[in-house]
């Protein structure tokens, strides 16, 4: 039995990792080209489970877990091969797409930090986005660009600003569990008890600035992976509206969600966006 038959296996096991944690990004993923698909999963399978390592592996070594999944990570993608499904199928895309050290080692620094800092300085915050979500957009942009220096460096900006926008939407969309559960606040400055409609309202505007430059991209992407990502951001912004609706306090209460009826109109209206080509 030849090896395509485990490759299938591994990238159907990334997939599954995504439908299962993520409906709302999963859902702008099914709207990409099947030429793209698979090897978005396989990014987003692996960026789950380290997440998963060091945000609900309680009672156990996470540290150790960690640096074992990342050497494994390093590995599998200069063997070709590996015993993790999840693995194996984030390698195929690496190697691939050109998806480099350059992008995976900011996004395990970002992991090892969340594993030691509850706070963040300015500095330390935008190094965090930069890793833990930046990056992913970019590795994504590998994918999307296949090839084309040019395409990829003119698009970087803006792919950078879309993984940002994504990451501060769920910091302050998750900001009761990830204080509650995990001790945390990502925003520098801000405590919990601090956090009140001033604060909020600014941190949207800084926001809506990042969703502003990534809109300018997402008009220049190929046509294969324009409605895919066009639907991802609309519904990003759509969460952010509500949390901009929102009190404060709401927000410190409850997280803050999109209905699925919500969901489905919105992709309506981006499929019939895209396909007049009115971004």
Known sequence: MSMQLYDRTALASSRRITLN?????????????????????????FVRVADEIVDTFHGHDKARLLAEFKEQTYRAIEEGI??????????????T???GRE???????????DLESTTH??????????GSAEVVGLMCLRVFCYGNEERYQHLLPAARALGSAF???????????????????????????????QTKLSII???????????????????????????AYRYYLKLLEKIERATAQHIM?????????????????????VKVNVL
């Open 21 to 45: 944690y993520s409906t709302s990004f999963s859902l702008g993923i099914r709207m990409l080209s099947s030429d793209y698909r698979w090897a978005v999963y396989a990014i987003y399978g």
């Open 82 to 95: 590996s015993t993790n499904p999840v693995l194996h199928s984030f390698q195929i895309a690496c190697r």
């Open 97 to 99: 797409y050109n998806i």
């Open 103 to 113: 992008l995976i080692e900011p996004f395990f620094n970002s992991m090892e930090e």
């Open 121 to 130: 300085s300015n500095q330390s915050y935008s190094e965090y986005i930069y």
């Open 167 to 197: 990451q501060k939407v769920n910091f302050i969309r998750d900001l009761k569990s990830d204080y509650a559960d995990r001790g945390r606040v990502y925003f520098p400055g801000i405590s919990f008890q601090g956090f009140n409609d």
């Open 205 to 231: 505007s800084d926001i809506r600035k990042d969703f502003d430059l990534a809109y300018q991209g997402i008009k220049q992407l190929p046509m294969g992976c324009r409605f895919g990502v066009y639907t």
């Open 253 to 273: 209460e409850e997280r803050i969600r999109v209905p699925d009826s919500q969901k489905m109109t919105l992709l309506l209206k981006c499929y019939l966006r």
